[in-house]
């Protein structure tokens, strides 16, 4: 199994300018995880999907950001202007989530280092 | 609002040693979650914990927890320095697919 993929793996970028980072999860899995990682915030969860369908987007800072899964294999987070502050590691995770009590343990990506100048 | 607590926040120890790292949170789950990461790199799941009194072991690392105290504990044993590494737990909102609260991690140097 690949993993968790994400690409890109580096970006940098110019304040004001749009960013679409991309993950596909491990094939079979029905939740995916959007988390951002800083220095000064810890890891954070941005907004979750289980089965193509969002469910808990409270995480994203605000309407600058966005995501979609369009298909079981495919996720992507866009800044739109981005800015410096966004600036950090965003990992992606699945899981195969199944019934309450199970232990649905997610698996992270490699992340994609963004930095905004 | 769920929180979780780690402490402590860096740690540096011998080898050889044995240390605790502790994982408070605020409100019922029913999932913990240990979880590795060295520098530059992902997160490497190492435990996950579904009920009070769990303990799972994984060569020198021993995790446990206590659901009514809200707390959770990672064992080192005998530490090598291999085991040097930002530790993380995480606590799962609720039951079936939820994200994860995360904790500040332990920045653990184990000195040779």
């Known amino acids: 199994d690949a993993g968790v993929i994400q690409s890109p793996r580096h970006e940098v970028t110019e304040m004001g300018q749009e960013v679409t980072l991309r993950c596909k999860p491990i094939?079979?899995?029905?939740?995916l995880f959007w988390y951002r990682q800083t220095m000064m915030r810890g890891l954070e969860l941005l907004i979750y999907?289980?089965?193509?369908?969002?469910?808990?987007d409270s995480g994203m800072p605000e309407d600058r950001f966005s995501a979609k899964m369009p298909n079981a294999s495919f996720s992507t987070l866009k800044i739109q202007p981005s800015e410096p502050r966004d600036s950090a590691v965003y990992f992606c995770?699945?899981?195969?989530?199944?019934?309450?009590?199970?232990?649905?343990?997610?698996?992270f990506g490699p992340g994609t280092r963004l930095t905004v100048l | 609002e769920l929180k979780v607590e780690q402490n402590p926040l860096f740690l540096s120890m011998q080898e050889g040693k044995n240390y605790t790292i502790y994982c408070n949170y605020s409100?019922?789950?029913?999932?913990l979650y240990w979880y590795r990461q060295d520098p530059g790199k992902s997160l490497e799941s190492l435990f996950v914990?579904?009920?009070?009194?769990a303990v799972k072991q994984e060569g020198r690392l021993m995790a446990s927890l206590d659901t009514k105290a809200r707390l959770s504990t990672l064992h080192i044993t005998a530490a090598v320095h291999d085991l040097s590494a930002t530790y993380f737990c995480?606590?799962?909102?609720?039951?079936?697919?939820?994200?994860?609260?995360f904790g500040k991690g332990t920045h653990l140097i184990i000195q040779p």
């Open positions: 094939s079979g899995h029905n939740s």
């Open positions: 914990l579904l009920s009070n009194g």
């Open positions: 999907f289980n089965n193509n369908v969002p469910i808990d």
């Open positions: 995770a699945s899981s195969l989530a199944l019934l309450a009590g199970a232990h649905n343990e997610q698996f």
């Open positions: 995480a606590v799962a909102h609720g039951g079936g697919a939820d994200g994860l609260t």
């Open positions: 409100t019922t789950s029913d999932r």
